[in-house]
């Protein structure tokens, strides 16, 4: 039986990565996808695009789980968790996603749960580490991204600056506390989505699953698939699209004034000159930071020039420029 696990606390302003302040983030937009059992990596191996069997106790690999055309139900963290493999994903792509993680799961020893026995707590912003070492004898680093320190397992986050998720498996506010007295401030629940936006992280939520390659939001550069594995699910479409130069589009961070935020999934508006704008492309995520500046992350047509002005639809109060 599932816990509640869910953070609340009052809403915070977003900050850019370089002026948060020491913050415990509630993540309870994202999940955790457990495979157990005897053939979890054997049965892994054919759904994913990542080389499952490359993955090693103390490290992560970012990957997809695609349909049969090669389009992504999913974009994941894989790394193990105790006995179990755990994808980190969006939790509004869970249920579609293990309907067809499951498909094929009848004559493989697995268990493909939505587990919500854990706890997910994101820590950022200035002194995070400083903070954490407080806590923990020991803490991930880009060289061991992953540390199992039972009951709890950190992982962490480079980039944009170095930031932490917590799992826990039980409700600990012993840590929450601790940080909380050394000057933490509850933060937004978007904050780790904008972070996720200024690293490039992809983020793909429910009303874009099973409408994307994987090269649409460059999964081949972020070193999220494998094209020495074998075979899995979606292998062709995928295959096909990095060999036959079908990569027709890519993965930008605009930012700029509006007073509307996109809807996931909806298109944007990019200038082709003389007051006429053309629908294009597709929102995977939006925020809006503390100084009103907008920030979203969308697949567009490749090869766009940086100079090219954007905006929501039919919002002539929008304008958004491709971030550096």
């Known amino acids: 039986m599932s816990m509640n696990t869910s953070f609340h606390w009052p809403s915070a302003p977003l900050y850019v ?9 509630p993540l309870n937009d994202w999940a955790l996808v457990t495979i157990s059992g005897a ?13 499952v069997n490359t993955l090693q106790q103390d490290k992560r690999l970012l990957g997809a789980h695609c349909d049969i055309s090669g389009r992504m139900w999913s974009c994941f963290q894989l790394f193990e968790l105790g006995e179990q493999l755990a994808l980190l994903q969006r939790r509004s792509v869970c ?53 199992a320190l039972e009951p709890d397992c950190l992982l962490y986050f480079p980039k944009p600056t170095e930031r932490f998720l917590i799992i826990t498996v039980e409700p600990n506010e012993k840590i929450s506390q601790s940080l909380l007295d050394q000057g933490a401030q509850h933060g937004a629940a978007d904050q780790w989505l904008a972070l996720d936006i200024a ?15 994987p090269q649409a939001v460059q999964l081949d550069q972020l070193q999220g698939i494998s094209f020495t594995k074998g ?7 995928v295959a ?17 004034q509006s007073p509307q935020l996109p809807t996931v999934g909806e298109s ?46 039919n919002r002539a109060d929008s304008l958004l420029t491709l971030a550096p």
């Open 268 to 313: 944007l508006e990019l200038s082709v000159g003389e007051g006429r704008w053309r629908s294009s492309g597709r929102v995977l995520a939006s925020v809006r930071l503390i100084d009103e500046t907008v920030w979203i992350q969308a697949v567009l047509p490749a090869q766009l020039a940086p100079s090219t002005p954007l905006r929501i639809p």
């Open 17 to 25: 990565a370089e002026q948060l302040p020491l913050s415990l983030l």
């Open 240 to 256: 096909r699209a990095q060999y036959r130069g079908a990569q027709k589009r890519a993965l930008y961070w605009l930012t700029g």
């Open 199 to 213: 690293a490039g992280q992809p983020i793909i939520d429910a009303p874009n699953s099973g409408h994307l390659l």
């Open 95 to 147: 249920e579609q996603q293990m309907q067809a993680l499951r498909q094929y799961a009848m004559f493989s020893q697995v268990t493909i749960t939505h587990n919500d026995n854990y706890r997910l707590l994101g820590i950022a912003g200035q002194g995070a580490r400083q903070a954490l070492t407080a806590l923990f004898p020991q803490l991930p680093t880009a060289q061991m991204p992953i540390l």
């Open 231 to 237: 075979c899995y699910i979606g292998q062709e479409g």
């Open 39 to 51: 053939d979890r990596y054997r049965y892994l191996q054919g759904q994913v695009t990542c080389d």
